[in-house]
């Protein structure tokens, strides 16, 4: 499996279904792509536009592969450095993503990716950079307007984002985890709770696997309502794992 497919992985994760939240200048995104992206994409192809809702697996593949870790150069980045920027670019925009790497590594912030940037990078140690660029990244979001509406959603990607960086940058691979948005929100962007943080003792951990799967087949579909039964699933198996640990004691 390539670096990329790895942090395809993981991202997946992050930008989740279908989202339209008003407070979101990006507008209607599916799985991460805005409606602005995958209509650009489809005039390049020589196809008519279409309802983003619509993208395939493959077309949003190959809109993240080109477009995102092709043109911020991850393939020649360091193991977890790669996949933190990476993210970074999807979220912010390649060229603000770029930035935020090259501020860290004291080079001039164009936004372009070129040898100058990638010797600089060698120079340095790559989880300290991959907290340069994260705590560079989380500034920046407090400094938005609409910071209010996902602070909470943003804080806990960037969160998780340095932490599956270091791990890889530590020969470990990726993994996703599980995240689900709750009822009140309208995309992945916004508050988002994992297992792992709601349940914490090993005992619970049998009681969450049965409802995985249902969450996993949720988070398939589209609109508010899934997102907001995944969330329903997620913290009822949370109570009910809960309640058994404690009646164990």
């Given at each position: ?23 979101d ?5 599916m ?13 390049r ?18 809109i ?37 790497l ?5 080079v001039?912030?164009?936004?372009i ?30 400094r ?10 943003w ?17 470990k691979?990726?993994e996703p ?6 009822a ?8 988002k709770?994992?297992i792992?943080d ?6 619970a951990?049998g ?15 589209e ?5 907001a039964?995944?969330a329903?699933?997620?913290i009822?198996?949370?109570v ?10």
């Amino acid at each position: 499996m390539s670096n990329f497919e790895r942090a395809m992985k993981v991202l997946a994760v992050h930008e989740g279904g279908y989202s339209n939240h008003k407070a979101d200048p990006g507008g209607a995104t599916m799985k991460g792509v805005t409606k602005r992206v995958y209509d650009a994409y489809r005039r390049r192809q020589g196809l008519d536009t279409r309802d983003v809702r619509k993208i395939t697996n493959a077309e949003v593949y190959e809109i993240y592969r080109e477009q995102y870790w092709a043109a911020a150069r991850c393939d020649d980045l360091p193991s977890g450095l790669a996949y933190c920027v990476f993210d970074a670019a999807v979220n912010s925009g390649v060229s603000q993503g770029v930035k935020w790497l090259q501020q860290s590594v004291g080079v001039t912030d164009d936004g372009i990716v070129g040898a100058m940037t990638l010797s600089a990078v060698g120079r340095f140690e790559v989880k300290a950079v991959i907290d340069e660029v994260c705590d560079r990244r989380l500034a920046f979001m407090k400094r938005l307007a609409h910071w209010s509406s996902f602070k909470t959603g943003w804080k806990s990607r960037v969160r998780e984002v340095r932490a599956q960086s270091k791990a890889w940058a530590n020969g470990k691979t990726p993994e996703p985890s599980v995240v689900v948005a709750p009822a009140e929100a309208a995309g992945p962007e916004s508050l988002k709770t994992t297992i792992t943080d709601a349940i914490k003792n090993p005992a619970a951990i049998g009681a969450v696997g049965s409802t995985v799967g249902s969450v996993a087949a949720v988070a398939n579909g589209e609109g508010p309502f899934q997102y907001a039964l995944a969330a329903v699933l997620v913290i009822g198996t949370a109570v009910a794992a809960w309640w058994l640990v404690k009646g164990r004691k």
